[in-house]
């Protein structure tokens, strides 16, 4: 089991990124609480973001939540639409089959590199994050979605950690923060069956023996398996999104 200690260390270190520290500005602050409610869909998929009543519920100026928005903008999760002010960015199953192709794209061609490059030094690293992942998803419980986000953001940036190019992972941060919306509306059906622990075990178990093929291989079946999961809530009338599935069905 590992330590709690860890644990907490790992969950400060998330909330000091995303605006906890409260050395951060005013809007830097702003910025991660709408980036929050955005994600945790307080604020509705495609939902007007009207100024005045945002200053109303999150206490900030004007001025302030015009340069949060903008740059939630910049991360794609919030749109302008010119001089009529901006929109959360909407969810649909054609947005999430774009984003997760792009997703497999880099991340399995990452960690193969990861395996190939990394060093005695990122396997431990890989192993703690491991752990710490494990020790929250055994089993996974909605209660608790907040904190294992935040460590399995962790294992996956680890993971490709071994391999040399810092814009690799900005960018799947970047589309780690969009999976994590979708992620969300997975996790609440009902009846949920899947297994993410064994998952993550597998891509863990293979990347440290080197088997670097078929551990990109378990990466892209992990990362496939939310959007086959919410089509399959779509086909059995548990849910309905604007876009198509077409896609998907090939």
Not at 49 to 61: C, D, F, K, N, P
């Amino acid at each position: 089991m590992v330590k709690k200690s860890f644990v907490q260390h790992l969950l400060m270190a998330d909330a000091q990124a995303s605006g906890g520290d409260t050395s951060r500005t005013l809007i830097e602050r702003t910025y991660a609480d709408l980036r929050t409610d955005i994600i945790e869909g307080r604020l509705d998929p495609g939902s007007k973001l009207r100024i005045e009543h945002l200053r109303q519920a999150y206490g900030v100026g004007a001025g302030t939540l015009r340069e949060a928005l903008t740059r939630l903008v910049s991360d794609a999760l919030v749109t302008a639409e010119g001089q009529r002010g901006f929109r959360v960015a909407p969810i649909a199953i054609d947005d999430l089959v774009d984003l997760t192709r792009l997703r497999v794209h880099i991340e399995t061609h990452a960690l193969r590199e990861s395996i190939r490059h990394g060093d005695e030094a990122w396997r431990t690293q890989l192993r703690a994050s491991y752990e710490a992942l494990s020790s929250f998803e055994q089993p996974l419980s909605c209660n608790q979605r907040r904190s294992w986000e935040v460590l399995n953001l962790r294992f996956h940036e680890t993971l490709l950690a071994g391999q040399p190019s810092p814009w690799t992972q900005k960018v799947l941060r970047l589309l780690a923060r969009h999976g994590e919306r979708y992620r969300r509306y997975a996790m609440e059906l009902p009846g949920m069956t899947r297994d993410v622990h064994a998952e993550h075990t597998e891509i863990f178990e293979l990347a440290m023996d080197g088997q670097e093929a078929r551990a990109a291989l378990a990466l892209e079946a992990h990362i496939w398996a939310t959007p086959l999961q919410l089509l399959k809530a779509m086909r059995d009338g548990r849910m309905h999104w604007v876009g198509t599935a077409a896609d998907l069905e090939q």
